[in-house]
């Protein structure tokens, strides 16, 4: 069944919307019954995107649209005027969200989203959502393991031709162009996801705003599903008083998704 979506780019403060075809697996969404087990069977540990991260990173993954019977009160309140679809993936990513905090002994606590939209974790704990058609997702850790964390989930091909431009920046289309052509598509989509991760890794640190072109990303193990990129910044950010760059992150093909980690261990943070 093809579908259009509309995936929203922040690009120098201008916001691009591009239309997407996307095929959504038949099997992604069928309704799966989440009685008596734990995790739900709809909240799977995800070994694809734990391998983004430490051992100690918690991952949860759902493949069925959210259901707004999943939010608390509290944060159902953020959602109120929203659409459907924007609810669902709001629950989503609280369902995965809570499903993972659990897991660390933290029980059916309110994940509301700051000014901003970044998700206020508690007290303790840090973590990174994502959802995109087909997927949703939510990685959790112990703030004494992880300093920070970003996830990033996208479909592969997502970003077309017209805006690999506003995505990557010179060098990085020169990589892109050394490729034979049917990989490019994936290729710019792990640039795309690479910089949306180490975005949402340093923004609840310092709270900086960050242009595509503002990071560099070298992608290492090109060719495998499973691989490591270094993401370095093109200007000063506020990320070095934490860390240096570049920093490593890790990428993964789960088809029809590419995603993304970065992570700063707690041990590897300069003094707070
Ligand atoms: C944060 C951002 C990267 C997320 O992009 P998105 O297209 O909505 O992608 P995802 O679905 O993967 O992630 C959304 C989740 O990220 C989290 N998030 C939102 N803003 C965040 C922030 N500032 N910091 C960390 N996490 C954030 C939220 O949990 C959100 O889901 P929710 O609103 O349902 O809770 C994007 O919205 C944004 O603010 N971009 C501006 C900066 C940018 O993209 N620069 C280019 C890359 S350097």
């Given at each position: 069944m093809m579908r259009a979506a509309i995936l929203t780019l922040h690009a120098s403060r201008a916001v691009i919307q591009v239309k997407l075809n996307l095929s959504a697996p038949r099997d992604t969404l069928r309704k799966v019954s989440t009685q008596s087990q734990f995790p739900p069977k709809s909240l799977l540990p995800s070994a694809a995107l734990r391998s983004?991260?430490?051992?100690?990173v918690v991952a949860r993954e759902r493949r069925i649209p959210g259901d707004?019977?999943?939010?608390?009160p509290s944060e159902a309140i953020f959602v109120r005027n929203a659409t459907p679809k924007r609810v669902n993936e709001f629950a989503a990513g609280r369902a995965c969200a809570r499903s993972a905090l659990a897991e660390l002994g933290v029980h059916d606590v309110a994940l509301h989203p700051a000014g901003d939209r970044q998700p206020v974790w508690p007290v303790g704990f840090i973590g990174s959502i994502t959802h995109t058609t087909g997927l949703c997702a939510a990685v959790v850790a112990a703030r004494r393991s992880i300093l920070a964390i970003g996830l990033d989930s996208e479909i592969i091909?997502?970003?077309?031709?017209?805006i690999w431009s506003t995505i990557c920046r010179d060098e990085e289309l020169g990589w892109v162009g050394l490729l034979p052509a049917d990989e490019r598509p994936a290729a710019v989509t792990l640039l795309f996801s690479a910089k949306e991760a180490f975005y949402k890794c340093q923004y609840p640190l310092v709270g900086e705003w960050l242009d595509f072109h503002d990071l560099s990303i070298a992608v290492k193990?090109?060719?495998?599903t499973t691989g490591t990129f270094a993401a370095s910044a093109t200007r000063k950010i506020r990320f070095t008083q934490h860390a240096d760059l570049p920093i490593a992150g890790r990428y993964v093909f789960h088809e029809p998704f590419v995603s993304a980690g970065v992570s700063v261990p707690a041990a590897a943070a300069f003094p707070q």
């Open positions: 983004l991260f430490p051992a100690i707004a019977a999943d939010l608390l091909g997502a970003p077309t031709p017209d193990d090109w060719g495998r």
